[in-house]
Each structure stands twice: as structure tokens, then as C-alpha cells.
């Protein structure tokens, strides 16, 4: 027989190997080369579990009458953060000697968020889960840490209530079903609205765990006939495996689609069957004891693999596969197994004061890493290249979302900085996509050299100004119609920049996009000078990001560039609506490319300095190379 660790509830051997199931499932998502569609689906598969399993100890400690809800939270962090706080403990280590200082600082951001459990409020305001950015993110994983823990710190007090006023199960089933309802209904509601939170937020989230919490509750009292418990065990394998090989990123989730594993799971741990050799057998128990610290390890090792560009290779992969369980068999036997022993048998308050000092200095640490840049850390040449990525002009970022507030008029810009003199009228607008804010500076600056003041009106990232009813750009009716209505405001005969991104692509045709800009921007030359900038050189890779690890890892370190030809193949279509507009309408036409670009190729980076933020979003340092485009502009136009 296999030795488990002593469990506060009978241990069940088939839950064990589920476990087991689940988390290969997410390894194999996650190190894609290897791939598995729907391994995702086996975070769900653990929240069923956790809700089952929590249910079990809080009720049976309620009809024994010795359950403490404080002793119930430090069993949970006895489980959670010993192995949680090593893994940020070596990763701030290592990243010490690695990480770029703009990595190490988000680093030590998801530290100080995972050690307080809110990991998942932090990725739900930046990339979702599947974007390609994601996979930077060192401590990603523990969202679902973070989902959990929220669950176990309230979830007891509400079977408190319950139980304080009603005691007895039936009330208890009734409340969990409610809750369970409504959170799914959000699920579904805010999958449309707010993908990312329905994919992080514990509102959306706590059905899969109350799911678990309603299949104990329905087995306590009996409710499940034997021949649901048989069959449905099989059905409930069936589904998990449609789950892991037939649904992938690309569907809505969670919300309807995620009710296939979570039903799955219900029925497998319902139908109870510790002789099945899927789950009872030494390979499965042996993971299943470690699938906490397997979980934890295997992430931090993927983005090791792309940061360092090895994900698509073979022998790298495998060997981070096995060093992944590897490091989860160490951390049970080290960390896990000593730990949990040692505070077991503990005081409760030296428990506490043992766990609270420990994540208290770490938590320190973390913030210090987040806010402090630490001089000569790293080789200088990688800080200079990785820095560019912040070096953007912030106050022309908090421009671009003022229509919410309706505050435009705050956005003045003199002397490159925002106007105190409010009742000041500009001497130019700008307007446009994000690609207005990343060339923003570059057009303060020049008109700082005559005196001038310019007006930002930048819109949403991902709305062009020019489309109204077309496409993806749906969500940016509002915003752009709030930013025409201060455009209007001003009736003198000022330059009007117009700087998008090519958007193109979000047309049904190229006609279709070439007839929306020549009206959007001849219904504007009808009051202003239209300057139309030709799009910004887009690179194929993150430039600070690509220089940087290209230095870190001794690889070739010249200048990214992509070739003029590639730079006119993908707009081309840009350029002849703009043309279009400028032969109908008189728009004149500002061209970069003179001043990125030389005859062969148009650079992201000069002299191992990034000229980017990100691909294609210039930066502080790279928009100064446009400033005598824009001077231009201020001297044939004087101040009024």
C-alpha cells in the first residue's frame, strides 16, 4: 500500500491519482511543444477537488463540534506556503543574477501579489491567460493559488452562517446551490463583457469549486442513486479526456465550455472507486502526493524556456519536463513533507508566528525588488536595452483613457509637460491609436522649439480615429466620438495630427478601409490642416526584450531591423489611402521613414539601443529621431 501523509479527512486514493491526471494534463499544455489542447482544463479539475475535499473538513468538523475556523485557515496555509514562498524565495535569488531590471521589478510585483494571495486581481488588469505575454510572467500560475485561497477564507464563514442558524446539511445544500447558480450565471455573463475577469475573478470562478462542495453534500445525504454513482464514473472519465484533447484556447472560458471538466470531475469523485487502476496504481499516487509542488515548479521553468527563446526545442523541453518533476519530488520531501510535520505539531500561535515572519520578510523583500533599482546588478549594456521598454511619456498614456471622465481639456501639453493654464487653446491636436501616445513626446517636443502647445486626444489602444463602424473597432464608437466633440470645440485652423497603426486588416476589403480614412480624414481637412504620419516600422520581435536576452545569453547582438520591402508589403494599402486622401482633400503627408529607415532597412535598434517599447511602439528614446518631421510642421504653421 502506498503511505500518504496523515489527512484531516478519510484520504481517498482516487482523488489522489485525479490529482495526478490533472496536473500532466497542465504540463503538457503548458510546455506546448509537447502540447495537449485542453490540459488548461486541469486547473478545474483541481478547483472541483478543492471544493470537495474543504466541504468534507469544515462539515465533518461541524457535526463533531470541534471545528475552529482559525485552525481550519493555518492547516490551508500549512498546506499553500511553504512550497508557495520557496519558489519565490529561489526565483528572487536567481533572478538577482539573471533578470533585467525591468523583469526583476514585475518579478517582485507577482512575488508581493502571490504571497498575499491576490495574484489573480493582478493578471486580470494585465494580458489575459492565453496572450502571448503571458508567458514573461514568472508567477503566472498563481492565480489559481490565489482563486483558492479566497475560496478557503470565505467559504467557511459562509457555512458558518449556515450552520449557526439552521444546522443541517439540507439547509447547507440549499445555500451552496444558490451561490453555485449565481456564479456560474456570472460566468457566463462576464465571459462576453470582461473575459479576463470571468478568467481570474473568484465570482466567476467559485461554481467549479461549489461543485465540489455539492457532489459531498449530495453523497452525504444519500441523494445519488447507485446506478448514477456506476455509470456516471465512466461517463465522468469520458468527459475529462473530451476536455484535455477537444477543447483549446480558442473557446470562451470558463463558462459553459468549462462545465465539461467540472462535471467530469463531479462524477469521477462521486462514483468512488479506489480500485480503478486510471488512478490506483504507485505511478499516479506518487504524483498525486506531489502534483502541489509539481504544479508550482513547471511553470517558472516554461517561461525559463522562453526567455531564453528554447521553447521550440526538443532536448530543452524534455529535460525541463523531467527537471520539473525533479524539483516537485525535492520540494515534497524537503519542504513540504518537514514543514507540515513541524507546524502539525506545533503551538498555534508559534505557528502562526513562524509562517508570518517568514512570508512577512519575503513579502518585504518583494516590494523592495518591485521599487528599487538595484545599480550594477546585471551587466549595464542588458539594463540599457531592457529599460526601453518603460521609457514611454506616462502622462500622454493617462491621456489616451480621459474620455471616461470626459476630462480632455487636463491634456495640454507646453514645454513637454501638462499645461497649468487650462484656458490656454492649443496650436495643434494629436488623435489617433496607441501609436499616437509612442510618438506623442516626439511632437511635444517640437513644438516646444516654437513656443507651441499641442492638445492630446489620443484614443483607446486598438482604436484607430478614422473608423467608426466597422470591424473590431465597434467598442471605440464611444471614446472616438467623445474625443470629435472636443476636436469641434476649437474652430481655428490648426494642424491636425492623425497617427494610426495599419489597421487594414480589420476591413471586410481594402476599398472598404481606403473610402473610411479618406472620409473620416477629409471631413477633418474641412476645418484643420490634416496631417496623416505613414505607419511606424513595425519589428518582429519585442526589441528591448529580444536585445537584452541576446546580451544575457551571448548570442549575436545586432541591431534588429527588418527590410524596406518587407516595411511596404505590409502597408501598402495604408499608404494608398493616404494618398488618396491627401490627392482629395489636401492632407498632407508625414513620412518616418527617412528618419528610421536607411535604403535597405528600417531598424528597431541603433547601437544596441532599443528605438522601441515593445514591436512596434516607438519609444521616449526612438520618437526623438521623428522631432524634425514634426519641426516642420511648427514652422510653417506660427504660433496664432
Known sequence: ???????????????????????????????????????????????????????????????????????????????????????????????????????????????????????????????????????????????SLAVEAQFYILYPIFVSLIWRYWQNIRALTIGVLVVFVLSFSISNFLITLNPSGAFYLIP????????GSLVY??????????????????????LILISFFFINESLSWPGFWAAVPVLGTSLIILGHRENCKLTDNQLA??????????????????????????QNTWSWVIGAFILSIVLAHLSYKFVEVPTRKYLTKSHLIKEVSLISAVASILLLVSIAIQNVTF???????????????TNRNWEARSCRYRHFSDSYDECLFANGIVSDKKENKPNAII??????????????????????SVLYLGGMHGCPFFISEYGKAQSCIGPNNTTMKY??????????????????HTFKNSDEFVNSLVKQTCHYAESKDVYLTRPIPGMPVNVPKTLSRNIIFGRESDDIKISLDEYHQVNKVVWEAQDKAS??????????????????????????????????????????????????????????
Request: net charge negative; with cysteine.
Open 375 to 389: 545599480s550594477d546588478r546585471v551587466e549595464r549594456s542588458i539594463d540599457i536595452a531592457a529599460s526601453e521598454s
Open 583 to 640: 490627392a482629395e482633400c489636401g492632407a498632407k503627408i508625414l513620412n518616418p521613414l527617412p528618419y528610421l529607415c536607411d535604403d535597405k532597412y528600417c531598424y528597431g535598434s541603433k547601437n544596441g539601443r532599443p528605438l522601441y517599447y515593445d514591436d512596434d511602439h516607438l519609444s521616449e528614446y526612438g520618437n526623438k529621431f521623428l522631432v524634425p518631421m514634426f519641426e516642420e510642421v511648427f514652422k510653417s504653421n506660427p504660433k496664432n
Open 431 to 452: 488623435i489617433g491609436d496607441s501609436h499616437s501616445e509612442a510618438v506623442a513626446g516626439a511632437i511635444f517636443e517640437a513644438a516646444d522649439e516654437f513656443n507651441q
Open 1 to 143: 500500500m502506498y503511505q500518504h501523509l496523515p489527512s484531516p479527512v478519510k484520504f481517498r486514493e482516487d482523488i489522489n491519482g485525479l490529482r495526478a491526471w490533472a496536473v500532466i494534463a497542465v504540463l503538457l499544455f503548458h510546455f506546448s511543444l509537447i502540447g495537449l489542447p485542453g490540459g488548461f482544463a486541469g486547473v478545474d479539475v483541481f478547483f472541483v477537488i478543492s471544493g470537495y475535499l474543504m466541504t468534507a473538513i469544515i462539515v465533518g468538523g461541524y457535526e463533531k463540534g470541534n471545528f475552529s475556523i482559525w485552525k481550519f485557515y493555518m492547516a490551508r496555509a500549512r498546506r499553500i506556503l511553504p512550497a508557495l514562498l520557496a519558489v519565490i524565495a529561489v526565483l528572487l535569488a536567481l533572478g538577482w543574477f539573471w533578470l533585467p531590471t525591468p523583469d526583476y521589478q514585475a518579478l517582485g510585483a507577482q512575488s508581493a501579489y502571490g504571497i498575499g494571495f491576490l495574484s489573480n486581481m493582478f493578471f486580470w488588469r494585465e494580458a489575459g491567460y492565453f496572450d502571448t505575454a503571458s508567458q514573461e510572467k514568472w508567477l503566472l500560475h498563481t492565480w
Open 217 to 238: 453534500l449530495t453523497a452525504k445525504q444519500g441523494f445519488a442513486p447507485e446506478a448514477l454513482k456506476k455509470n456516471g464514473y465512466w461517463v465522468g472519465w469520458i
Open 487 to 504: 476636436i469641434e470645440k476649437y474652430q481655428e485652423n490648426i494642424p491636425l495630427f492623425i497617427v494610426n497603426t495599419s489597421w487594414s
Open 285 to 310: 499516487q506518487w504524483l498525486g502526493d506531489r502534483s502541489y509542488s509539481l504544479y508550482l515548479w513547471h511553470w517558472p521553468l516554461v517561461v525559463a524556456l522562453y526567455f531564453s527563446s528554447l
Open 204 to 211: 466567476s470562478r467559485a461554481w467549479e469549486l461549489l461543485a
